[in-house]
Each structure stands twice: as structure tokens, then as C-alpha cells.
T-cell receptor
Framework: DTGVSQDPRHKITKRGQNVTFRCDPI?????LYWYRQTLGQGPEFLTY????????KSRLLSDRFSAERPKGSFSTLEIQRTEQGDSAMYLC?????????????FGSGTRLTVV | GESVGLHLPTLSVQEGDNSIINCAYS??????FIWYKQESGKGPQFIID?????DKRQGQRVTVLLNKTVKHLSLQIAATQPGDSAVYFC??????????????FGQGTELSVKP
């Protein structure tokens, strides 16, 4: 297992189109997080899963955003009717249930550009 | 609301010097404070963490200091190297209640190491 994988690395889409990103966490990690990062800012929490259950969603996650983790392994983040303000880096991270492990492992992100 | 922020947006140091990156936080209920390093085009990389009941923790060339009285966190990098050039984020993490272990990040400090 080489870490958290995200696909695609880059996505350019026209405003109004739908996009879907995929995240494959470290296999033994049961928690999975999605963050959004804009230029010069720290990552902002969007949502997280424990196994297949989505336990929390930020108010940043509008109705156009939906995330799934159907089998408790990989996760997808879909944005419908994209807007220019959705342009950002979307980061996925995972962590084990063991609370002695404090830090997450982040993927390299998917950079979304809405034109 | 709670926030984690950084005092300085940029820091420039000479190779071999020590670097100190500072962070202020406001949520005294957090369980852990964590420093991340982010290089261009990559996701944040865990550096070191400190539990809220500690005031100092050392790693390889890095030391984190926590002053709960003034709600201040710092990262010290000894003998800074060009490879240390990156943006550094502090983050706080809570496990209690519905916090779910999510991280709240500050804005970041860009460290530039001059050879």
C-alpha cells in the first residue's frame, strides 16, 4: 500500500457540468476525510466517513456536493452543476481507528478548475 | 467560533539557521495540535504532533512547543535545509463528542530557505 490515492490529479470542466473524484485510502484505515483547499489557505473540512457511514458534513458542503463510501473502502466526491467558486484542490485523507495515531495521511489531491 | 491561525505568512531563513514558525489557536478543548508540511502540488505531510497535556515534544530536527496559557504553538526546525522550503500549517484535532477527529487548519506560513 503506497498511501492515499486520488484520481484524477487535475480536472478542468465547464461551468454547469458535473464532476466526480475518487479517493482510495490506505487499506486498513477506517476513517476517510474530504477537505477543500484554495490558494494560500489551509485545508477546510468537508465531510468524513467511518467505514461506510458518513458521520459529519460541513456547512461548506452545499446540496450540489455529495460524497459516498459504499463499501467502506474507496470514496467518491461528486459536484453537480459546477460553479467557478468550486475551483480548488480537493484533498482526501485517511486515518486508522486507533486514536494513538494522531495524524492523517493525505493524498496529493485533485485540482479542479471550473471555466 | 474556534480558529487556528498563524502570525506570519512568510518566513525566509538562511540554510543552516534555525527556523521558528508560530501559531495561535483559540479552542482550548482540542486534544492534539499537529504540524503539517505542504510542498507545491502535494498534499499536507504530517511532521509532528503534541498532545494537549504536554508542553514540548521533539522529533528529528523539529521541536514543537505548546503554551496553553497564551494558546500558542510553535514549530522549531534546526539547521534548516533547502528541502524544508514549503508551506507549514498548524492544525488542531479533537476526538470528543462529534468532533470525529477532524482537523481544523490555520492559514499557513511559507518557509523559504536561502542557500
Amino acid at each position: 500500500d503506497t498511501g492515499v490515492s486520488q484520481d484524477p490529479r487535475h480536472k478542468i470542466t465547464k461551468r454547469g457540468q458535473n464532476v466526480t473524484f475518487r479517493c482510495d485510502p490506505i487499506s486498513e484505515h477506517n476513517r476517510l476525510y474530504w477537505y477543500r483547499q484554495t490558494l494560500g489557505q489551509g485545508p477546510e473540512f468537508l465531510t468524513y466517513f467511518q467505514n461506510e457511514a458518513q458521520l459529519e458534513k460541513s456547512r461548506l458542503l452545499s446540496d450540489r456536493f455529495s460524497a459516498e463510501r459504499p463499501k467502506g473502502s474507496f470514496s467518491t466526491l461528486e459536484i453537480q452543476r459546477t460553479e467557478q467558486g468550486d475551483s480548488a484542490m480537493y484533498l482526501c485523507a485517511s486515518s486508522p481507528k486507533d486514536r494513538r495515531v494522531v495524524g492523517y495521511t493525505f493524498g496529493s489531491g485533485t485540482r479542479l478548475t471550473v471555466v | 467560533g474556534e480558529s487556528v491561525g498563524l502570525h506570519l505568512p512568510t518566513l525566509s531563513v538562511q540554510e543552516g539557521d534555525n527556523s521558528i514558525i508560530n501559531c495561535a489557536y483559540s479552542n482550548s478543548a482540542s486534544d492534539y495540535f499537529i504540524w503539517y508540511k505542504q510542498e507545491s502540488g502535494k498534499g499536507p505531510q504530517f511532521i509532528i504532533d503534541i498532545r494537549s497535556n504536554m508542553d514540548k515534544r521533539q522529533g528529528q530536527r523539529v521541536t514543537v512547543l505548546l503554551n496553553k496559557t497564551v494558546k500558542h504553538l510553535s514549530l522549531q526546525i534546526a539547521a534548516t535545509q533547502p528541502g524544508d522550503s514549503a508551506v507549514y500549517f498548524c492544525a488542531e484535532k479533537g476526538e470528543g463528542g462529534n468532533q470525529g477527529g477532524k482537523l481544523i487548519f490555520g492559514q499557513g506560513t511559507e518557509l523559504s530557505v536561502k542557500p
